[in-house]
């Protein structure tokens, strides 16, 4: 997705389905060879590829897939591997992780500032920035090479709109390596 000349990829979207009937832990574990840990139980597909995750609540959730219809697909196997009911199956959005490159280099050891669309500061260990944007509730973490990676974003619209404002910010502000 290209929005204002930044190239947006969605590396993930964590998405909970919930089915009329809530999913026996137990039956994951003795029929599908899932794996307890704690109050949850896990069970990774191959095909689709993604891990899934039943909650104490008999709710599916699915990691490690960038598109909805790949999550539902893989929540789908689940019940039918099941032999449960598909049909009602409700979706939940969760957050979206996505990443974007601003195509210059950026000096990010000079990125420690306090605005009132988000607070900046490098991270030492990391090696890189981190902007709490509270302008589009999300948060950057960018690269001198100038990769970023946007975590906690609701919808990837909404990390093309964050890089669009910061990008227009370093430019202004020049943070971008001549």
């Known amino acids: 997705m290209a929005i204002g000349g930044v190239d947006v990829r969605v590396e993930n979207q964590i998405v909970r389905f919930v089915t009329k009937q809530a999913i026996d832990q137990e039956l994951v574990v003795a029929q599908l060879a ?30 490690g897939t960038h598109r909805v219809d790949a999550a539902r697909a893989a929540a789908k196997e689940l019940l039918l591997r099941l032999g449960m009911d598909d049909s009602g199956l409700q979706t939940e959005l969760g957050p979206v992780i996505a990443s974007f490159n601003f195509e210059n280099e950026i000096k990010v050891e000079s990125l420690d500032f306090d605005l009132s669309a988000g607070k900046a500061n490098f991270d030492q260990r990391l090696g890189c920035a981190i902007i709490n944007d509270s302008r589009h509730n999300l948060k950057l973490y960018i690269w001198p090479n100038g990769k970023c990676v946007a975590t906690d974003a609701r919808h990837p619209n909404m990390v093309a709109m964050s890089a669009v404002y910061w990008k227009g910010q370093f430019e202004e502000m020049q943070y971008f390596v001549a």
């Open 34 to 63: 899932g794996h307890r840990s704690g109050d949850i139980v896990i069970k990774a597909l191959e095909k689709p590829r993604a891990t899934l995750v039943i909650d104490s609540d008999g709710r599916i959730i699915v990691h």
